[in-house]
């Protein structure tokens, strides 16, 4: 079966760093994505890891593990418009996406 | 470049209507795909398609919904004789690459269907 791991919800300040955690277990490994989706809106687009280590891009990376089955997304520089909530996905094979429950973070003043 | 254009946003249906969702890909995207996030759930996967062929259905309930795909015009996901469990927001996926070489996937606002 298919199961993605995400805590539910995360606090943090204004200019802090905060990292999510996620976890798998999957039949299949094809990449892991991360989106950010803001209430009411579209899932948008952060990162994807296929190989193991670090993708940084702007204030935010996301790390690999595929022999833990383990990623983080790592948010720097913490801004209010950061407040939202953050899904981990994996394609397991053949392009279809599983999806954790989601993070929601809130950034506080 | 616009980009995944789904509509309506919001769509009321009485129970036993029937619901028809849109979804219009991003400029060369060949590669749709239909998710369903009920509240306090995480995304669902439903059924992928690719133009005129449905390749993945596996989470598509087997009965009363149907995706189709055609050679012109969007992508649809079509609900019949809907009932209250079908609340929920469906969103529309599109990727310009498919299966092991996809590695990214732009979604649509989503259509907020609500079954009263």
């Known amino acids: 079966g298919q199961n993605i791991d995400q805590p539910t919800e995360m606090t943090a300040t204004e200019g802090a760093i905060v990292q999510i955690n996620c976890t798998y277990q999957?039949?299949?490994?094809?990449?892991l994505f991360w989106y950010q989706q803001h209430a009411g809106e579209a899932p948008t687009f952060l990162s994807y890891?296929?190989?193991?280590g670090l993708e940084e891009k702007g204030r935010f990376s996301s790390f690999l593990s595929r022999s833990k089955g383990y990623s983080y997304l790592l948010l720097k520089e913490l801004q209010m418009k950061d407040s939202a909530s953050y899904l981990c996905?994996?394609?397991?094979?053949?392009?279809?996406?599983?999806f954790g429950k989601g993070t929601m973070l809130l950034v506080s003043p | 470049n616009a980009g995944v254009m789904q509509n309506p946003r919001h769509l009321v249906r009485r129970r036993g209507q029937e619901a028809r969702l849109r979804c219009s890909p991003m400029?060369?995207?060949?590669?749709v795909y239909w998710y369903r996030q009920l509240p306090e759930e995480g995304l669902k996967f439903m059924v992928y398609?690719?133009?005129?062929?449905?390749?993945?259905e596996s989470g598509m309930p087997k009965e009363r919904f149907s995706a189709e795909f055609p050679k012109e015009g969007p992508s649809i996901l079509r609900i019949q004789q809907v009932v209250r469990g079908d609340s929920a927001a469906y969103f529309c996926?599109?990727?310009?690459?498919?299966?092991?070489?996809?590695?990214?996937?732009?979604f649509g606002q989503g259509t907020r269907l609500t079954v009263v």
């Open positions: 996926a599109s990727s310009i690459h498919g299966g092991q070489e996809n590695t990214e996937a732009f």
């Open positions: 999957t039949s299949g490994f094809n990449g």
């Open positions: 890891n296929v190989l193991d």
């Open positions: 996905a994996v394609n397991s094979g053949y392009s279809t996406l599983t």
């Open positions: 400029k060369g995207h060949s590669h």
């Open positions: 398609l690719q133009k005129e062929n449905i390749i993945d």
